[in-house]
T-cell receptor
């Protein structure tokens, strides 16, 4: 089925550990996004990529890095995890029809 | 500053009653507007969107929304609530910007949790 695939679905990290969240899409969309969702705050944009080879900061980029590996894949890396990064992370893509398609999310807990 | 406001973080309605979820935005130029639904432990699913044209937009599952420029609003309604409508609903806005990837960014409201009572 066409869509956005995120891995892993769940992760527990210790403070200071690093990890990479993976996102792959098969919709042939140029734009990809990483959001975090926290209770009462909606979704906040971390980073986005307008096209292969480009990335830009969103609203809350501190503590994160991204890589747009190719048109299909957009990864999010936490170099040194902190408890404040406990959240649900969503990857999304958009094409020409303005709406986003979301992955099912990664639930990250930093202890 | 451009922003999206959803009035009411929690809304409860009885099954069969009208559902009204409110969304207002701040922008001097009409944006593109969206409503998404999120069921527990799932991603967000597009309910409906307004880009141009008719201001009353119909979406999936019997939901509709009306874009009112004078009120800078895009409220979501459903005439008769069903138990399966219980979920969190997000209003999102794509503010006008440069013709680049940045212009496709969506700004989300803080969400409204809808509870449907039997």
């Amino acid at each position: 089925n066409a869509g956005v695939t995120q891995t892993p679905k769940f992760q527990v990290l210790k403070t200071g550990q690093s990890m990479t969240l993976q996102c792959a899409q098969d919709m042939n969309h140029n734009s990809m996004y990483w959001y975090r969702q926290d209770p009462g705050m909606g979704l906040r944009l971390i980073y986005y990529s307008a096209s292969e080879g480009t990335t830009d900061k969103g609203e809350v980029p501190n503590g994160y890095n991204v890589s747009r590996l190719n048109k299909r894949e957009f990864s999010l890396r936490l170099e040194s995890a902190a408890p404040s990064q406990t959240s649900v992370y969503f990857c999304a893509t958009s094409g020409q029809t303005y709406g986003y398609t979301f992955g099912s999310g990664t639930r990250l807990t930093v202890v | 500053a451009q922003s999206v406001t959803q009035l009411g973080s929690h809304v409860s309605v009885s099954e069969g009653a009208l559902v009204l979820l409110r969304c207002n935005y701040s922008s001097s130029v009409p944006p593109y507007l969206f409503w998404y639904v999120q069921y527990p432990n799932q991603g967000l699913q597009l309910l409906l969107k307004y880009t141009t044209g008719a201001t009353l937009v119909k979406g999936i599952n019997g939901f509709e929304a009306e874009f009112k420029k004078s009120e800078t609003s895009f409220h979501l309604t459903k005439p008769s609530a069903h138990m399966s409508d219980a979920a969190e609903y997000f209003c999102a806005v794509r503010f006008p910007g440069k013709a680049s990837g940045s212009a496709r960014q969506l700004t989300f409201g803080s969400g409204t949790q809808l509870t449907v009572l039997p």
